[in-house]
């Protein structure tokens, strides 16, 4: 069965026929620092909007180095090491970064940049979308279980 949204990698997959509560470009260091792209496309979905075929086959590890009892888990595909997904431990939201996760190229763009910082010498970014300091002012966290 297809589904609107679908990623992964061969041992483990995502899918959704949701839409995202929030789609932007994140300029966050901690994004720069796991994926190694200097902007990366990120993807917030309700916790249980987002489904995992296997969650027995991922490897969980801390998103953020700096912050290793910090909300977020890495989770990596256990037989290949794909990234397959950020998981929530407060159950609230799962990420997807679309580029290294599996999904297809035609997955609609970000709607905004996030986490833009002047100090660290990047340009604004000019491409029409809105620009904020975190996430759009608008971005209301769901309530976790």
């Known amino acids: 069965?297809?589904?609107?949204?679908?990623g992964g990698c061969e041992h483990?997959?995502?899918?959704?026929?949701?839409?995202?509560?929030?789609?932007?470009?994140c300029?966050?260091?901690v994004c720069k620092s796991v994926t190694g792209q200097p902007t990366t496309h990120v993807v917030f979905f309700n916790h249980d909007d987002?489904?995992?075929?296997?969650?027995?086959?991922?490897?969980r590890q801390p998103f953020n180095a700096?912050?290793?009892?910090?909300?977020?888990?890495?989770?990596?595909?256990?037989?290949?090491?794909?990234?397959?997904?950020?998981?929530?431990k407060q159950n609230r939201i799962r990420v997807i970064v679309p580029n290294l996760?599996?999904?297809?190229?035609?997955?609609?763009?970000?709607?905004?940049?996030a986490f833009y910082d002047p100090a660290t010498g990047v340009p604004r970014p000019n491409d029409?979308?809105?620009v904020y300091d975190a996430l759009r002012p608008d971005f209301v966290w769901p309530q976790g279980s």
């Open 128 to 130: 029409g979308k809105p």
């Open 101 to 113: 996760m599996g999904y297809d190229p035609s997955f609609p763009d970000s709607t905004y940049h």
């Open 50 to 59: 987002l489904a995992v075929d296997h969650p027995e086959k991922l490897n």
């Open 66 to 88: 700096n912050n290793p009892d910090g909300p977020l888990e890495l989770c990596t595909c256990a037989d290949c090491g794909t990234p397959i997904m950020l998981d929530d």
């Open 27 to 29: 300029h966050c260091s």
């Open 1 to 6: 069965m297809s589904h609107t949204f679908e």
């Open 12 to 25: 483990v997959h995502t899918h959704t026929d949701h839409n995202p509560i929030d789609n932007h470009t």
